[in-house]
């Protein structure tokens, strides 16, 4: 039996519909992302979801230029880490953002990147 | 708890090769125990590490299989996999077995092989070691997850591409001195400067080669070791974990991995960073040789790089690191890693390193990272 409060799945066909959920734990206050069942901070499992406002800058990123199977006619593509608002962080693509303007502490706005089948995380222009 | 020393190492030529993981690290095993003057009926388990093999060779099971393929197929095996780190994995786990007493002989190894398939396509399966709802699904790569850690240490220190580039001119220039390695050639700042980005701000001279390899050691209790003067002591072997995703992490700039793997393998041997004299560690890109020796402990945080570009870690500088060549000029079949860093540490440690050789190397650390950052090993080891 399961009764997580998110699960990833539950992420994903939230984020695709332009929203972003973590969890907080209602024991510590940690703020997690993705879902887990204890939280890693004091082991309670209390958590409430909480829906994040989706801006924040960028923490660290990277140009992939080889790229494995499946995507190498994205080249060049990039990926960031991003430092949320709420103090939680999130990798994603960095999309609509020339690649030469890229930089530690850019400001970007999360966006879904919606294939047919899957949703993943992507940040644009804040 | 009983003392463990590794009695015999054995290294294939690491590069592309025609022959299965299975069959390189037999061939690694077959020289370890002619080196350590035991028949293959006295080794009472085999720790393996093999990673890809269910994808580039179609193989799982490959525990039995490279004993099968070696010629000991009745002897227990487990196969271990913690990515990049799956032999020193297996390694920590056999020191553990003979130090409990269950067994005296214990053969620890990995091998293989990904020169068979093209190069997305092996991309494509070491990226498996990163998260596959979070992570791959980006078209996220290990150059790339390297390249999260290399962009945050700049920001922080200051740390320079021409310093990464250091790291990579040396490990080419130990390289040379090996003839296991796949690059036995000398490169200079200017053409890895030159080479093309694969993941900003890392470039193709930054990034460890694929490869395919074996390796293999064999450990034994005191009381078989005592009777080889080449015996080399296991002071500790440690292992830590951490979350697996890069954004999860508290400061990209650090591998907390390495820091409390190393602090239980000191605690273990009872020395620090100051009493080792070589170490080889984990450099699949160059900025990973500069991150671990900053999380050793064996310079202090954001001067890794500047220990690099004043030949500190340089054969005949304070603290040599990497004298095989490390990943980056030895190469990188990713199961058999640990187990060859092992054996060039047992091969230092007893002076027969050749001209490669640290000149009163005593004690020796190994360093084998895994995935995102989320496995590191460490052990320790001294010539008596």
Wanted: charged fraction near 20%; include cysteine.
């Amino acid at each position: 039996m399961t009764d997580a409060v998110v699960t990833s799945k539950q992420f994903f066909e939230r984020a695709r519909a332009g929203t972003l959920t973590a969890i907080r734990c209602g024991k510590c206050g940690e703020l997690a992302l993705p879902p887990k069942e204890f939280c890693a901070a004091c082991q309670q499992r209390a958590w409430q979801p909480v829906t994040l406002a989706g801006d924040g800058t960028i923490a660290s990123y990277t140009v992939i230029r080889v790229a494995p199977r499946h995507h190498t006619g994205e080249v060049p593509y990039a990926i960031a880490v991003v430092r949320l608002r709420e103090g939680v962080s999130l990798i994603g693509r960095v999309v609509d953002v020339p690649l030469e303007t890229l930089a530690i502490g850019l400001p970007v706005r999360f966006r879904p990147l919606i294939t047919d089948d899957q949703t993943s995380v992507g940040f644009g222009p804040a | 708890m009983r003392r463990v020393a590794v009695v015999g190492v054995g290294v294939t030529k690491f590069g592309k090769h025609d022959r299965s993981s299975a069959e390189l690290f037999a061939e690694a095993a077959r020289d370890a125990l002619a080196d350590a003057e035991l028949s293959p009926a006295s080794v009472q388990a085999l720790y393996y590490g093999n990673v890809v093999g269910g994808e580039t060779e179609k193989q799982l099971h490959t525990g039995p299989q490279a004993a099968s393929v070696l010629g000991i197929p009745t002897v227990p095996t487990t196969r271990f996999e913690t990515a990049c780190a799956s032999s020193h994995a297996a390694f920590r786990h056999a020191v553990m077995e003979i130090a409990a007493g269950v067994s005296d002989v214990v053969l620890v190894g990995g091998g293989e092989r990904v020169l068979n398939v093209p190069t997305a396509e092996s991309t494509e399966y070491f990226a498996y070691a990163s998260d596959a709802t979070w992570e791959q699904p980006l078209g996220l790569t290990f150059p790339g997850v390297f390249a999260l850690v290399a962009r945050a240490h700049m920001a922080k220190y200051g740390t320079t591409e021409e310093q990464m580039a250091a790291v990579a001119v040396k490990n080419h220039r130990h390289g040379a001195l090996n003839p296991k390695a796949q690059f036995q050639k000398e490169i200079t700042l200017e053409q890895v400067l030159k080479s093309a980005y694969v993941a900003d701000p890392l470039k193709l001279y930054d990034c460890c080669p694929f490869t395919d390899g074996g390796a293999a050691v064999v450990l034994a209790s005191e009381e078989v070791a005592r009777r080889r003067p080449r015996a080399v002591w296991v002071l500790g072997s440690a292992a830590a974990s951490d979350t697996m995703l890069m954004h999860e992490k508290k400061d990209l700039a650090r591998v907390p991995t390495t820091e409390r793997a190393a602090a239980a393998a000191y605690r273990q041997a009872g020395i620090g960073p100051a009493d080792v004299d070589v170490v080889e560690l984990h450099d699949c890109f160059t900025i990973a040789e500069i991150v671990a020796t900053e999380g050793l402990g064996l310079f202090e945080p954001g001067t890794g790089g500047i220990a690099a570009e004043k030949g500190w870690t340089s054969l005949g500088g304070k603290l040599p690191v990497n004298t095989s060549g490390g990943l980056k000029a030895k190469g990188h079949p990713i199961g058999a890693t640990g187990a060859a860093q092992i054996a060039e540490i047992t091969t230092q440690l007893r002076g027969e390193a050749g001209p490669r050789q640290v000149e009163g190397a005593h004690i020796g650390l190994a360093h084998t990272l895994g995935g995102n950052l989320a496995t590191v090993l460490v052990s320790l080891f001294s010539r008596d």
